[in-house]
């Protein structure tokens, strides 16, 4: 299946201009974090975490208890958990004793309220303190950097080069780097989901990059006359098709998530759809551009 029948787009002919756009959008997003920061989840900064249930007859679900709180102005992460009575966790950050205290007391008020047939009762009430937070923070941090680092070994290695590795490396944390900053300028929350997400994007976008590197790399192993330019553009043009197919596949997914998917899941979907969209477009627009700018500045192969 093609969706372009034989492109010819002049992609490094024109590749200021995606480079430009990206340096922007990195720009914009460095910005946003160092002056709005992150709206980190209790996982990150520590909070409470408290278990309600009700009787086992009562027909209780989480959109009806999210609507109970909203009502009585409590703002809360609940999750749905299975099991013979209709149980539900809800987190909600601050750790001191009165704000447990009040914390709890408004939750089962609220239900109380909503639900005067059937009484909820309150399970368990956990602190997560903020040592809890900033150490997971910090393996979050671990985790991010050493799968970008496993990415450069493993591109480097396959392709012989790390020059290649290194661009496609900067196409994928441009691609993090987006979703993170429009994270931040959106206040959205920060939490376990968002940095699956982002390692996911992070899987996708390199995984795009590589389909072009390894035409490319094709193409210098069978042609030896073309210029380099022609060669790269070549390339993309070639697997085009394929880039976008699969985006679009991974795209209606995350769409169907977006929209349908609930509260819970709406955050990470949006993070897989602008990160699929920013890893599209710097696979096709920025990784390949990079290795062309390297490989005729410093005087590598098949310079023009």
């Known amino acids: 299946m093609e969706i372009f029948k034989k492109p010819n787009i002049d992609f490094i002919g024109l590749r200021w201009i995606p480079i430009g ?19 980190y989840s209790i996982e990150f900064t520590g909070g409470t975490l408290v278990q309600v249930s009700f009787p086992a007859s009562s027909k209780v679900d989480v959109d009806g208890v999210r609507k109970a709180l909203e009502a009585a102005g409590v703002s809360s992460e609940i999750q749905s958990v299975q099991g013979e009575r209709p149980t539900f966790i809800l987190r909600e950050k601050g750790t001191g004793t009165a704000a447990v205290d009040a914390f709890v007391a408004k939750v089962l008020d609220a239900l109380h309220k909503s639900y005067a047939g059937a009484e909820p009762n309150l399970d368990r009430k956990d602190v997560i303190g903020p040592v809890v937070g900033k150490d997971l923070r910090r393996r979050t941090i671990w985790a991010i950097l050493l799968s970008l680092l496993g990415i450069v070994v493993y591109v480097a290695y396959r392709f012989e080069n790390p020059i290649w ?12 780097i987006g979703v993170s900053g429009l994270f931040s300028f959106l206040g959205l929350p920060m939490d376990l989901l968002i940095v699956t997400a982002l390692l996911t994007i992070a899987g ?14 094709e193409k210098l192993r069978t042609t030896r006359v073309i210029p380099l330019a022609e ?74």
């Open 204 to 217: 996708y976008s390199i995984s795009d990059t590589i389909v072009i590197f390894d035409r490319m790399r």
């Open 165 to 176: 590795a290194i661009a496609g490396v900067l196409a994928l944390f441009h691609d993090v």
């Open 21 to 39: 756009a990206s340096v922007v959008v990195m720009v914009l997003s460095v910005a946003a974090m160092a002056m709005k920061g992150f709206n």
């Open 231 to 304: 060669l790269i553009d070549s390339s993309i043009n070639e697997t085009l098709s394929r880039t976008i197919i699969t985006v679009l596949t991974v795209q209606i997914v995350s769409l169907v998530l977006l929209f349908a998917g609930g509260p819970v899941l709406r955050n990470f979907a949006l993070a897989m759809v602008v990160g699929n969209l920013l890893g599209t477009y710097s696979s096709i627009a920025v990784a390949a551009p990079l290795v062309y700018e390297y490989q005729t500045r410093f005087g590598g192969r098949r310079r023009k």
